[in-house]
Each structure stands twice: as C-alpha cells, then as structure tokens.
C-alpha cells in the first residue's frame, strides 16, 4: 500500500478552482520533490494535505495508509504520522519552545495510546538533535520561534520533525528566505531523517534545494495539475529550460 | 417636601437594610454616628447606575438591584465548612487571617506566628477608638455602604524595618446564601519593610451572596511590597472591592488582581505615588464566562515627580460574558518626568463576549512621558492551525494561546510559589472550559 495518495484531487479556495484533478502517489522511503512555478498551486496542496481551514475539496481523495485523511482534523492526522514544515513557521509569544515540543509530543502520544515520554528521556532527546542542529539551548527556552532568524525558524522546523519522528514529510518552500549556509544546515537536518520508513515531499521553486536533499522522483506542478514526473534529471533539465514549456502544456 | 422612601427592587426599605445591621456593628458611638452618616450618603445616592461616568459600563442598579441583608454570624458548622475552603486557597507558606461571611475566624487564623512579626487588630477592635477607618477620600455609593455596614476586618501594621519571612494570606470565605459580608481592613506599611500581602476571595457552597470589602494600604518609604489579590467567589456572587493604597518614595509595589469568579464584579484600585523615586508595577487578569460581568477600575495617582508606574491587563472573555477595563493615570502639575505607561488587551473567546476598555490619561505636568494601548480580539486563527499541525487537539491549542496572553501578565509577580498559583488558578479555569 502507498504511504499517501492523493487522487483527482480537486480544491477551491473562496470560489476560485485551485488544483484542477491532482494525482501524486507517494511510497515509503521515497523522497519526492515538486517543482512548479509560483501559483501553480504547490502550497495549497500542502496546506490541504496538513488540514488547513479555508479550502474547500470540491472533488478527489487524499489516502494515508489506506485511510481517508480528509476526514481527519489536524490534529489527528499529526498524531497519524503527517508533518508539514511550514514555509512561513508562526512565532507564538509566551509559549517557550521546550513547552511547545513536549505538549506536542505528548499530544501525538496521548493520540496514538501512548504514555507520556518521560521528563527526563524527553530532554535527553531534545538536547541530542538540537546539538546537530546546531540550535543553541537557551533558542528552547524562548517563545516559539519569536526573534528567530529565518534560518533558525526552519531549523526549529527540522528539530520537530527529527521528534516527532514522523512517516510523511511535507517541506514546504523549505529554501526560501536562507542563505547556502543555513540552506545546508536544513538539509542535513532532513536528510539525517531519511529512512526506509519514512517518505518526503520536498516542494519547492528552485532546483537548488534539490542539490541538498536529492529526490528520488521530481514532480512538475503547473496550474493545479502534475504536468510531468521523471528521475532527479528532471530537476536539472527544469533549471536549464524553465518552467515556460509547461504552462503552455497545462 | 415629600421625601420617598428610597425602595430596593424587592421593596424592602433601604433604611431597614441599616436598622437591621444595627446591633451586629461595632463601634464607639462616634463610630455609629459615622456609619449613620455614611449610610444616608448611600442612601441619596442609591446603587450606582449607567449614568454615573465612573460606573457606565458596569450598571449595578441593573446587574445586583439590591444589597442584601447581613450574613449572620457564622457558627461552628459554618466554621468547620469555612476550613476546608481555607485548605483549598491557602498559599503554601502564608500566614493566614481567614473571615467568614464578614467576621473574623480567629480558629481558622495564624494569629500567634503573625505576631511576631506584625501587629495585628480586627477592626472590630480597633473601631471602639478610631473611627478614622471608616472614612476615605472617594464618597463612592458602594464605599459609603461599606463604610455604614462593615462588620470586621484586619488591621494590620508592619514596622519600619520588618522584613515579613512569610506572606500574610486574608482568605475571605462566604458560607451563607442570599446574604452580604461587609469587611474593611487596613494595611500599615513601614518604612524600609518588606512584605507581601495576599486577598483571597472564595465561596464554600455559598450561593446567591454578596461582598463588599474595602482595604486601606499606606506604604512608607524605601519599603518593598506585593500586594495580590485573587477573586474567586461563587458564579452567582456579587464581589465589590475598593482598594486605597498611598505609596511613600524609593518604594517598589507590585500588584496583582485576578478575576476567576463571581457574576458580576468590580475592583476598583486608588493608588497614590505620593513619594518620589517610586515603582508602580500593577497588573490583572480577567478569566469570565457564561454571563459574567467583570469590572477592573484603576486610578494611579502620580502626585510627586520621578514615578514610574506599569500597567499590564489581560482579559480572557468567554460566551456572553463582559470585561470592563477603566484605567485612569493622573498626572498632577508637580509630578515631572513621570512616566506612566498602561496596556490592555481582552482576548474574545466567543462572537457574544464583550469587552470595554477606557483608558485615561489626565495630564497637567509637561515633562513626562506616558502611553497607553489597547486591543481585544479573537484567538490567531494561524497559531491555532500551527498548534494543530503539531497535534494539539482545538481545545488545547486554544488553551495553550490563552495561557500565553495572560503569562503576559502574571509573569511580573515575582516570587514564584505565588506566581505558580495564580499560573494553577488560570490553568483550572481552562481546564473547566473544556
């Protein structure tokens, strides 16, 4: 069974059609980027995969493991195993980052049936892939990501994800506002977490990102629809010739 | 002339209200003829209403109609109830002075640890000597009444020096239905002391009853003091509090007010800085629901030049219910380089939650810097999904938001035993949300 597919997937956004009959099949393992210019609908396929409010689903299905994740809240399907890292990660002032993780983390647990992860094994924890991420202590003891720089927002991002330890990851436009340095920070983060287990949808604009994380399968998004899928070559090929020869085709 | 006779809404005669407290106040005959004074204040001015400026958004004539007779003195049944709500709000470590329904339970109080370091009366004591206690600057209506009817209180004096080892914990507990508990205390502050006091207002099993309660806090110089108060009375009591504090210079004051309870409430705060070089930190938090009414009035008096005074509200306003912030900063044409700055902010939890904020700056000295905002809105939408991604359930994605908007508030009382309480008080009043 795939870990995630989404079929003839069909979503408005306040009267206006955005993805027009989207079909993407994810499996374990795998690491899929998708590529698209601006406004072909790459971030709302996101959002409506992580549960949203604001779009509507006029047609199609999104299956996770078999079961039907448009019926699920947010929540839920976190607890399930799904995980966005937000282009644009929140700052919520007056909650410190280290509360934050361990409701979080408790939450999925308590989800799942799980117990509580202990105080003590949690720290441990934190502590370990916050170290190899490069994120300094005392970043956990401020309000969630609040006077973060971009770089550290999405490295804050990385760290819940290597946590919570999720089977789908959803990266969203991962590459925007960091310079290389911190671009490749990130990306040892998220390639640290690659695992048979685990699979990666890698969305982004530029194929640079795609030097970092490399993909198993390169999707091209234009206009709400997969328009062309192909190997990592395709990413290079998108770089050289542009976006231009798709729009046409969609 | 005709005179009417003033008539509450169930037609009872207001006077009688006083001829019936009679015998259960104490006092010197001067002190009577005060109270008889204060009473026919309270009489030609009735309940405030919506027309009185300082009373606009909280209409006591429409939301209590009435005051309600005297709670009887309290017996050893009422007593032994009183206890078990002492042991549920006492503050680990406080020294406490409990009263039940209006009257003094030395039983339940830790009157002989206090004595070693504070001195320490009931009003009824004190008011066979002094009836100064019953008078204050405001002719307020519901301080007037206070005045005519208190039954008890503490009387409290820490000396010049005193650094207190413990928090002195006034636990105000209503045992009786349908029926009002009038106290007044007064707080003496010594220079250069070090204290921190504590009001705590609670409910065991009573229903349907009133407080009205009054303190007076004079603060010396050089002194450090907190003062918190914590309102957690019955959801269908009435709760007025008037408090008058007047602070020496080189004095630190931090206050705290908290509002979990009650169907309709009103605290209003008379702080004077009335000595130079000092710090004013006061901050509250309004936690209503159903239809509550909750109503937090200050007036920070900046008489002398070089205060800094600090204002941090946060109201947390859920179904119907409505919060009142009036917030008013008096600067006097001597009091240069104040610097006064007050911020509030209501969080609407429901589309029928009402929130009223008025803040005021009077300002008659020109070399000064004072501010004040205010906002009031609903939960962010994109925190919440955030929240949510990560797999908190609605209820506590919101509950984790609103626990951060009003940390904003109550992360300034500084000790943090005190500061973890009032934290468990906030996180109860969630967790009965959801």
Known sequence: MALLEVKDLKVRVEEREILHGLTLTVNEGEVHAIMGPNGSGKSTLSHVIAGKPGYEVTDGQILFRGEDLLEMDPDERAAKGVFLAFQYPVEIPGVTTMNFLRTALNAQRKARGESELMVPDFLKKVREVSKSLNIPQDMLKRGVNVGFSGGEKKRNEVLQMALFEPSLCILDEMDSGLDIDALRIAADGVNALRSPGRAMVVITHYQRLLNYIVPDVVHVMSRGRVVKSGGKELALELEASGYAQFEDAA | MNVAVAKTGSGRAVSDLFASAEGRLPGSPDVMAARCEAFETYERLGLPHRRIEEWKYTDLRALVGEVLPLAAVPDATALKRAADAVKAHAIAGARKLVLVDGVFAAELSDVKALASEVGFKTLRETLDKDAGLLKTASTDAVIAVNAALATDGVVLSIADGTQLSAPVQIIHVAIAASASAFTRSQVAIGKGARATII????????????????????????????????????????????????????????????????????????ITLAGEGSQLSVNGVNLLKKTEHGDTTLVVDHAVPNCVSREIFRAVIDDRAHSVFQGRIIVRPDAQKTDGKMMTRALLLSDEAEADNKPELEIFADDVSCGHGATAGALDDSLLFYLKARGLPEKQAQALLIQAFVGEAIEQIADDTLREHVIGIAERWLERRS
């Open chain 2, 199 to 270: 009001e705590s207002f609670a409910a065991a099993g009573a229903a349907a009853y009133q407080v009205n309660d009054a303190v007076i806090v004079s603060i010396g110089d050089d002194a450090d003091v907190a003062h918190i108060r914590l309102m957690d009375d019955a959801a269908d009591a009435v709760n007025i509090t008037s408090q008058f504090v007047t602070v020496g210079a080189n004095t630190k004051l931090n206050v705290f007010n908290m509002t979990s309870g009650a169907a309709v409430s009103r605290l209003q705060g008379f």
